[in-house]
Structures are given as C-alpha cells and as structure tokens.
Nanobody, 115 residues
Framework: QVQLVESGGGLVQAGGSLRLSCAAS????????MGWYRQAPGKQRELVAAITSGGGTNYADSVKGRFTISRDNAKNTVYLQMNSLKPEDTAVYYCNADVYVVRYWGQGTQVTVSS
C-alpha cells in the first residue's frame, strides 16, 4: 500500500505563487509516473502536470509557462511550483503516483486564488 501526503495549498492573490508537495510512503515501492490533477466545483478532475521517473514532463495547456513540476526520486516526492496564479486555478489539487499498474491518490489540497 502507498500513502500520499500533500501539503502547500492555501489562499493567494492573483499573480501570486504557491508550491505544492506530495510525499509517497510505503514499503518497497517503485514509483513510475507522478503527477498533479485538479478539480474545481462542478467540473471534472483534469490533469495539470505529470512527470516520469526519468524526468519527462507533460503539462495542461492552461498552465504551460506558469507551473513547473519536479520530483525527488530519493524522497519519493513530487512538487508543483505554481506562479502567476489566476482565479481560474482555484481547485482542489490531487497528486497521484503510479506504482506498477496501480494509481494511488492523495487526499487533495485546496488552492484558492482571489482576484
């Protein structure tokens, strides 16, 4: 079993920055891809950014140039640096970790961007 613990959410004004962290724990885990999704009220969960174990990245068009995903494989931790935040970035952000064929999810962290 893998547990994911997120941190770093909060309230920020438009144009501000936040950094999310997600640490994975579990015995003898080998994590493949990790990523961040978000879900705004009344909307479906959507991919924000993903990163492979080798460092390859993928971003949603809406966050390209503003968000940066990174990971520390030694710590089984993934980060999301969010700059130039917009009110439309307001959502619950969830991290995920793919271990073999199983996808694990964090509990979510709220990000609220005020205008």
């Amino acid at each position: 079993q893998v547990q994911l613990v997120e941190s770093g959410g909060g309230l920020v004004q438009a144009g501000g920055s936040l950094r999310l962290s997600c640490a994975a724990s579990g015995s003898s885990i080998s994590i493949n891809a990790m990523g961040w999704y978000r879900q705004a009220p009344g909307k479906q969960r959507e991919l924000v950014a993903a990163i492979t174990s080798g460092g390859g990245t993928n971003y949603a068009d809406s966050v390209k140039g503003r968000f940066t995903i990174s990971r520390d494989n030694a710590k089984n931790t993934v980060y999301l640096q969010m700059n130039s935040l917009k009110p439309e970035d307001t959502a619950v952000y969830y991290c995920n970790a793919d271990v073999y064929v199983v996808r694990y999810w964090g509990q979510g962290t709220q990000v609220t961007v005020s205008s």
